[in-house]
């Protein structure tokens, strides 16, 4: 997948630099270029501000690089390799012009086009945006000042309503400008299939729907590695062969789907085929061999089985194809999508086909949050993952043998989460009567987080988390941290890691 990887590493490129040239020039649709690339190598000519060093560990990122030789030229060596590059491309830039036979003498007019968009370096969005959630920041250490706290200003509220709304406006402005549609990593797809497709010997069309739906540029460069290892699994394993589908009474022609759609304020991308499925005991042999069950198997869902796909080296390949059996698997998938606040599911149905649906933000930086307090500390809950928040009497309680308190909403029971033993958080609010209970929920599986009371609800600017916390003390159920009117640190919990641990 050379030429794949080349056309994803020209797209990137183009976000930060001008001028780009390359060879084998036409990579998208030619099939022998895969091979010019894997003996010759893959040139690259182009003209950046950035420097020496960013462009090297920007190249260097490129997955399965071999070799990497980066030179600065001085101008008058750009001007002669440009000169090469033209005319190994040999492309025909001449225009022809149609006249009219009756009437030559006619004066041709050209109308020259008006230039409605402009090419805008990503960093500078990136500042844009950063300033915007430090102006929310701001507005919020205005409106929640200490000194004005219980006095009756009508006229300062009016003027903070209006401020508000204003910072509101320029926030959604600033994230649409950073918004880019799905198309053009979707539309890449469509060469993996061709090309797989051949070598496989299979017949396999690409359906693509909702190719419009846009999402934050920063996450479209963290999906589309996950996108095309999905599509490469569903037409390696998923689809059968033509003889295959035609003995099963299904159309020789398979089919893969990817749908783009939003819900809330997520983007759902669900890659579909309607192949052999998944086999449930294959998979629960390998995970029973690998020592992953921990529960009786009667117990576990067919959604729980198959979502031992995911865990790191679980492949149910044994031979070692062009295509799979490297023991690089859908963790890969996983680890990309959580990196960006998503979270991958799968269900499948055996001879009629596999769903892999990823949820992923619509942006990563700024968003609604509900603010909790617990003793001195404070905690961020996205409001797109609470259900509802009450009050609770000791009677509502249940505890299991080992402890384990749940409650009983509806005819059906909810685990509860006590945030204070958690982060063993000190506080004098421990009886569950006295506090607050939230209802959050993930992927239909749901909870309730206990804290001592409710702040209130306010936008929030999401800062990422040191690395000592992130890789060193891998503290879990925290997502990122926000900074409070008051200038205190609020932590953000995720709530998907919660439910799942």
């Avoid at 006619?106 to 086009?113: A, D, K, L, N, V």
């Avoid at 000194?147 to 994230?175: P, W």
């Avoid at 949050?369 to 259900?387: A, D, F």
């Avoid at 928040?389 to 402890?403: A, H, P, R, W, Y």
Wanted: with cysteine; proline share 3%.
């Amino acid at each position: 997948m050379e030429d794949i990887r080349a056309l994803t590493l020209i797209n990137d490129l183009l976000n930060i630099a001008g001028d780009v040239q390359y060879n084998p020039a036409n990579i998208a649709d030619d099939s022998k270029s895969s091979e010019i690339i894997r003996k010759e190598g893959f040139q690259i000519w182009f003209k950046t501000d950035r420097s020496f060093e960013e462009m090297h560990d920007f190249f260097s990122k490129t997955i399965f690089l071999k070799d990497l030789e980066l030179t600065e030229l001085k101008t008058e060596e750009l001007n002669v390799n440009e000169e090469e590059l033209n005319e190994s491309e040999n492309t025909d830039r001449t225009m022809d012009i149609v006249s009219d036979e009756k009437n030559t003498d006619r004066e041709i007019q050209f109308t020259p086009s008006h230039q409605s968009i402009i090419s805008v370096n990503v960093t500078k969005l990136d500042k844009l945006m950063d300033f915007v959630g430090e102006l929310v920041i701001s507005e919020a250490m205005v409106t929640q000042n200490p000194d004005i706290a219980g006095l009756s200003l009508d006229n300062f509220q009016k003027a903070a309503r209006q401020h508000r709304k204003i910072i509101s406006e320029l926030q959604d402005v600033a994230m649409s400008i950073r918004m880019v549609p799905l198309s053009a990593t979707f539309q890449r797809m469509k060469r993996i299939v061709r090309d797989m497709s051949r070598k496989l010997s299979k017949e396999v069309k690409l359906e693509i729907i909702g190719e419009e739906t846009e999402v934050d540029k920063n996450i479209i460069e963290r999906i589309s590695d996950p996108l095309m290892h999905l599509i490469r699994n569903s037409v390696d394993h998923g689809i059968e062969s033509a003889e295959e589908r035609k003995k099963m009474g299904k159309p020789e022609v398979g089919t893969v789907t990817i749908e783009a759609k939003n819900a809330g304020g997520d983007v759902l991308i669900i890659v579909k085929d309607d192949g052999r499925g998944l086999d449930k005991e294959s998979i629960l042999k390998k995970a029973r061999a690998n020592g992953l069950i921990n529960r009786p198997e009667a117990d576990l869902t067919d959604k729980e089985i198959y979502s031992y796909i995911f865990l790191p080296g679980f492949s149910t390949n044994e031979k070692i194809t062009e295509f799979s059996g490297r023991g690089v698997g859908m963790d890969v998938v996983t680890k990309n999508i959580a990196a960006v606040g998503g979270t991958v599911s799968v269900d499948s149905v055996p001879g009629e086909g596999t769903i892999i649906t990823l949820k992923i933000p619509l942006t990563l930086a700024i968003m609604g949050g509900m603010i909790v307090r617990v003793g001195k500390s404070t905690y961020t809950i996205p409001v797109l993952s609470i259900r509802e928040s009450f009050k609770v009497n000791e009677d509502s309680v249940i505890s299991d043998l080992e402890g384990n308190e749940m409650i009983m909403i509806r005819g059906e029971c909810y685990p509860i989460l006590r945030l204070h033993k958690i982060y063993n958080v000190k506080t004098e609010i421990t009886n569950i009567a006295d506090g607050i209970v939230v209802m959050v929920e993930n992927k239909d599986k749901g909870m309730c987080i206990f804290a001592d009371e409710l702040i209130g609800e306010q936008q929030v600017v999401v800062k990422a988390l040191p690395n000592y916390i992130k890789n060193i003390k891998k503290v879990r159920g925290i997502a990122g941290c926000t900074l409070l009117g008051d200038g205190s640190i609020s932590l953000i919990l995720d709530i998907a890691d919660l439910i799942e641990s």
